[in-house]
């Protein structure tokens, strides 16, 4: 799978390169990555890719020509995969885009803004999907473009072990359970007794109780999303109202 990023700093994403997953990943040949800076792609004494806004207001915007000729750039390179841009207005990435995305396997070409914005020209006539990665701002895409990568790479087969990333938060729909390491007994806290025991079916029932009481308590709008997809079972369904219960009394 090919990444191509679209940037004012090129040297922050080649950063997903060096470490974990993503660099074994990237060992393995199973993805690669290349930066592009719209500078390259302006000719002027200072290399101006953004100007003051129409209609007045703070902060600079990008131009669109110099990302518009680094897309083209890129699609000449051999790049002709989908387009996507963050902005706060974006979809926000979810587990099961992150999926979707690793699935199709398909090259991504990243934009990531800086200052004010884009210029909405570009936005309309070369981005196919603007995403968010929360409510919040950021002072470029740089990081939700890294954000993206890690977990789509993750997602790509071999890179991790395929149990490992069948049994992460929200991949059943639910949060995780709590995890417990070495010693048993650390600073007065011990270990859960059920799994200690070697029962694994105790310890399954154990583990799917934690993650709804978990998902529950935090997130119950992911219990709500589970049941409309028909992921929860009769038997989750009453660890539920018993959950609901115990809180209420």
């Known amino acids: 799978m090919r990444f191509d990023i ?8 080649l950063l997903i390169e060096k470490f974990g997953i993503t660099a074994r990943a990237s060992k393995l040949g199973l993805w690669q990555l290349k930066c592009w800076n719209p500078r390259d792609f302006v000719f002027d004494a200072h290399k101006t890719v953004d100007d003051r806004p129409f209609g007045g207001g703070p902060g600079m915007v990008l131009l669109a020509e110099p990302l518009a000729d680094a897309v083209d750039a890129i699609r000449r390179d051999g790049n002709h995969g989908k387009v996507i841009a963050f902005a706060p207005s974006g979809t926000t990435l979810n587990d ?52 993206l990568m890690d977990a789509v790479i993750r997602q790509l087969p071999g890179a991790i072990k395929d149990l490992s990333a069948s049994d992460e938060s929200f991949s059943t729909g639910l949060l995780d359970a709590p995890h417990y390491t070495r010693p048993e007994v650390w600073r007065d806290m011990p270990v859960p007794d059920v799994l200690l025991s070697g029962h694994h079916k105790n310890i399954q029932a154990w583990t799917r109780k934690q993650a ?9 709008d992911l219990v709500k999303i589970a049941r409309s997809k028909n992921l929860l ?17």
């Open 6 to 13: 679209v940037t004012l700093f090129p040297e922050m994403p």
């Open 212 to 220: 709804l009481q978990i998902t529950a308590q935090t997130r119950p």
């Open 96 to 147: 099961e885009k992150v999926r979707s995305l690793a699935e199709d396997s398909q090259d991504l070409i990243l934009i990531c803004g800086r200052y004010e914005g884009i210029d909405q020209r570009f936005l309309d006539t070369y981005v196919d999907e603007a995403l968010s990665i929360g409510d919040y701002v950021l002072s470029g895409g740089e990081l939700p473009a890294m954000v």
């Open 233 to 249: 079972t009769r038997e989750d369904e009453r660890v539920l109202r018993d959950i609901k219960e115990s809180t209420e009394s």
